[in-house]
């Protein structure tokens, strides 16, 4: 399953970037965010915290399970027991959402590079794009819920 995400394939372990950096910039690989970003772009990453995050945001965090750094649309987030949880999850599928939590936060893509364009995501339109996409793949996930119950429900003969 890792290998159909957005993954940072430069200094993609933590620890390796766990300094005192503001920016970073990625090359990525995997299908997950397409058609905003693609295998083979770059982009830029700024340090962020859960509170600076807004829903659409593209989030950049490190799984616990210690592996490559992950980059989805932040769906939401929530305080459980003083912490806070991200829900984020990949445009180009409709999978479960992955479950962030803070401490796994690196930061949010403020811009993506396509050969010799640079695309600015903290731009009034990109944010409302990504809004609108994460109010999709929201409804997507429960309206699959809903048909997937009333399949259920129905008796073949």
Not at 14 to 34: A, T, Y
Not at 73 to 100: M, S
């Amino acid at each position: 399953m890792a290998n159909r995400r957005l993954i940072v394939n430069d200094r993609s372990k933590k620890e390796e970037i766990s300094g005192d950096r503001e920016f970073l910039f990625f090359n990525v690989k995997g299908p997950s965010m397409f058609p905003f970003i693609r295998e083979g772009d770059g982009f830029l990453a700024r340090r962020a915290v859960a509170k600076d995050l807004r829903t659409g945001d593209i989030i950049l965090y490190y799984p616990a399970r210690q592996g490559p750094g992950v980059c989805h649309r932040l769906l939401k987030k929530e305080q459980k027991n003083g912490k806070t949880i991200l829900y984020a999850q990949a445009d180009a599928w409709n999978e479960g959402p992955d479950i962030v939590i803070e401490d796994e936060l690196w930061g949010k893509a403020v811009a993506v590079i396509r050969g010799r364009r640079i695309i600015n995501i903290s731009s009034f339109e990109a944010r409302l794009f990504g809004r609108t996409a994460a109010a999709i793949l929201h409804f997507a996930r429960a309206a699959k819920k809903c048909l997937l119950g009333c399949v259920s429900g129905i008796k073949m003969i």
